[in-house]
């Protein structure tokens, strides 16, 4: 018999790698939203892979309802939140997930959400569209709609940016935000990881660095007038941006998230903006995504941008994703190599 695979999600123009398999039978979620899950623990009874999304839990729930033929859970994305990995290690359920084709997409919008934070792009953009631009109070004036700047200038010559999580993504921004002038670089490392001093000197060799330095989250706090939450999220991270942390940070600073909502205490966060402690927020995750309603207090603070996790979502990203997860599905249940395969590394 051919193995069942269940598609929690359509997958545009990736499809036909899936269709024109015939060698398995594919279930697939036939509605453009997130898939129930009555209807996944359903269908997943007897199958051999499902292909799931960042909503979909893969818990020991979806285990039981699958059976022991369940040989491999790819997921469509870089992050693992969603899935309870030591339960898939303890059942040899073979993880893939898909690094590496989003690092680019990701640190553009890492970028994008430092300046508009910065630069008051929330509140002067939807000044615009609400049509109040020519209200005398808003036209130009010297000092309305100011912000820090990102880049360097001769009268403010340094500039530190900061990663709280040290990946492919953090570095890619890194290497983006050069030409800003950013001079100095600070991070934190996950507890189990071990110091790379060589990567780092060739790092802020390449870059031209005053410095760049790995640190505790007290000093990042403290020092980053850019900083970027790029953990993988999950428990070890749960909150690492709480009341105490944010209360070090720079009155000027700015603090962008594009990794997972959990890692940003959201109610710390909404009182740091209202009480000035930091200047702004760039959010492209939120703890409680996507219920989070017009009236949640981020989404009401002028100077919290926020965007709808779109971080990886160019058309070439999503087509390189989308491949990416099929054929580490197809690794799983044939047996073979799978592209990026989760504690393989
Ligand atoms: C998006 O958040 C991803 O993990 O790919
Ligand atoms: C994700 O791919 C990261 O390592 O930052």
């Known amino acids: ?27 697939l979620w036939p509605e453009d939203r997130s898939c129930e899950r009555s209807w996944l623990l359903e269908q997943i009874k007897g199958a051999a892979g499902v292909l799931v999304f960042l909503s979909d839990r893969v818990n ?21 939140e ?6 898939m290690a303890q059942r040899k359920i073979r993880v893939g997930y898909t690094p590496d084709v989003l690092t680019e997409a990701v640190a553009d919008i890492c970028v994008m959400l430092a300046l508009m934070a910065g630069r008051n792009d929330g509140a002067a953009y939807s000044l615009v569209k609400n049509g109040d631009w020519a209200k005398p109070k808003y036209a130009w004036s010297p000092f309305t709609f100011c912000g820090p700047q990102l880049s360097v200038t001769p009268s403010s010559p340094t500039r530190t940016v900061g990663f ?19 001079t100095h670089c600070l991070y934190t490392g996950s507890p189990s ?18 410095a760049l330095e790995r640190v505790e989250a007290d000093r990042l706090a403290r020092e980053s007038d850019i900083l970027f939450v790029l953990t993988p999220g999950g428990a070890e991270t749960y909150h690492l941006v709480d009341a105490a942390f944010l209360r070090k940070m720079k009155p000027m600073s700015v603090l ?15 009182t740091a903006l209202r009480e000035k402690w930091i200047w702004g927020a760039g959010l492209d995750v939120v703890e409680g995504e996507p219920l989070i309603s017009e009236d949640h207090p981020l989404v009401k603070e002028p100077q919290c941008v926020i965007v709808p996790h779109i971080g990886s979502a160019t ?7 989308a491949t990416r997860a099929i054929k580490n ?7 073979e190599e799978m592209p990026a395969e989760l504690g393989k590394q």
């Open 256 to 270: 962008v998230n594009t990794s997972r909502g959990s890692v940003v205490d959201s109610d710390a966060l909404a």
């Open 329 to 335: 599905l197809y690794g799983g249940l044939f047996g």
């Open 82 to 87: 969603h899935i309870d990995l030591p339960l």
């Open 60 to 80: 020991e729930e979806l285990l039981e309802a699958a059976g022991p033929n369940l040989r491999v859970v790819s997921t469509m994305s870089v992050g693992y």
């Open 315 to 321: 058309f070439q990203t999503r087509l390189d994703m």
């Open 193 to 210: 990881s071990r110091p790379d001093t060589a990567r780092d000197a060739a790092l802020q060799a390449t870059h031209k660095l005053k």
């Open 164 to 182: 709280l999580g040290f990946g492919r993504i953090a570095q890619a921004t890194l290497a983006r935000l050069i030409p800003f002038g950013i």
């Open 1 to 27: 018999v051919r193995p069942k695979v269940v598609i929690c999600r359509h997958l545009g123009p990736a499809m036909p790698l899936l269709e024109d398999r015939k060698d398995i039978e594919v279930v």
